[in-house]
């Protein structure tokens, strides 16, 4: 599970998620998704960073957001997170624990890697 993502608040912007990503350059080469919480850390979303380039500053990141969350619990065994990144195709996937707090993302090229060396 990656360490490096960026969790910004649900009410964010775009002006927000841009500032935050100029102080976090050095995990931009990894970084394509950024992760919505509410006061508590609780997942509410996640934006690709595609989305944010033709957006104006003050729109609120959880109108970029995607529609339909896909998360996985701590405790998820490899083999049914390597069948949900094949089946929703997805580039980062969060990772929450019991109580639906954010505690991670685990990233497409981590799959890779661990099917590399199975």
């Known amino acids: 599970m990656n360490t490096e993502f960026v969790a910004l608040p649900e009410n964010a912007t775009v002006a927000d998620a841009m500032e935050t990503l100029k102080a976090h ?3 931009l080469e990894k970084l394509n998704t950024l992760f919505l919480v509410d006061q508590e850390d609780h ?3 996640s934006v690709p ?3 944010l380039f033709n957006a104006p500053g003050a729109t609120p990141l959880k ?3 995607v529609e339909n969350q ?3 619990d701590v405790d998820e ?3 049914r997170i390597t069948e949900t990144f094949d089946k929703y195709n997805l580039l980062a996937l969060p990772v929450v624990d019991t109580n ?3 505690a991670g993302a685990i990233t497409a090229d981590e ?3 661990l099917l590399r060396h199975r």
């Open 25 to 27: 350059e050095e995990i």
């Open 43 to 45: 997942l509410k979303g």
């Open 49 to 51: 960073l595609a989305r």
């Open 63 to 65: 109108d970029l957001a």
């Open 70 to 72: 896909i998360s996985v």
């Open 77 to 79: 065994k490899q083999d």
């Open 100 to 102: 639906g707090r954010l």
């Open 111 to 113: 799959v890779i890697s």
